[in-house]
C-alpha cells in the first residue's frame, strides 16, 4: 500500500496544483472560474492518473501491472486531485463571496433563458424545484459538485487506463 501512496503522491498533488493554477488564471482573466475549473478536471484528471499508474508501474513495480493495482493507485491520484480541488475551491469561495454570487447568478439566468425549453424536456413542477434548489445553493454545495465532478470522471478514466497499462513481465 505504501508504494502506491509513493507513486500516487506527486502526481495528485501536481494535478492539483495545475487545476489551482488554471481556477487562478480563469480569475484573473476575469473568465467565470468554476466552470472552467471543472472543464480543466475533465482534461486533467486522466492525464495525471495515466502517468500515475504508469510511473507506479516503471517505478515501483519492476514493469509490472496487475489491473488492481492500477486502480489503486489511480483511485488516489484522482481521490487526492479532487480532495484538494474542492478545498481549494471552498476556501476560494469563503473568501471571495462575490465569484459565488455571480456563479449562483450565471445559472439563475441560463435556468431562466432557457425555460420553455426545459419545461417540455422535463416538467413545470421538476423546473420550479431545480430553480428553488439553485437559488438555495451554497459553498458547500459548489465544493462538493467539484469534488463529484472529479471522482467520477477519475473513476471512468481508471479502470480504461489501468486495463490499458495492464502488463505483466515473464522473467
Known sequence: MNSYLRAAWPFGLSGAGLCLFGFLTMYALDVEPLSMNLILGYVFVPVFVFFGIKSFRDGFNGGNLYFSQGMSVGFFVYSLMALLSALYVYVFLH???????????????????????????????????????????????VATNDFLRKIFPGLFFTIIISIILKRTVNT
Open 95 to 141: 473568501l471571495d463571496p462575490p465569484t459565488f454570487e455571480a456563479f449562483r447568478q450565471v445559472n439563475l439566468k441560463l435556468m431562466e433563458d432557457n425555460r420553455q425549453i426545459l419545461e417540455e424536456q422535463l416538467n413545470e413542477t421538476a423546473y420550479t424545484e431545480t430553480l428553488a434548489s439553485l437559488s438555495a445553493m451554497s459553498i458547500l454545495d
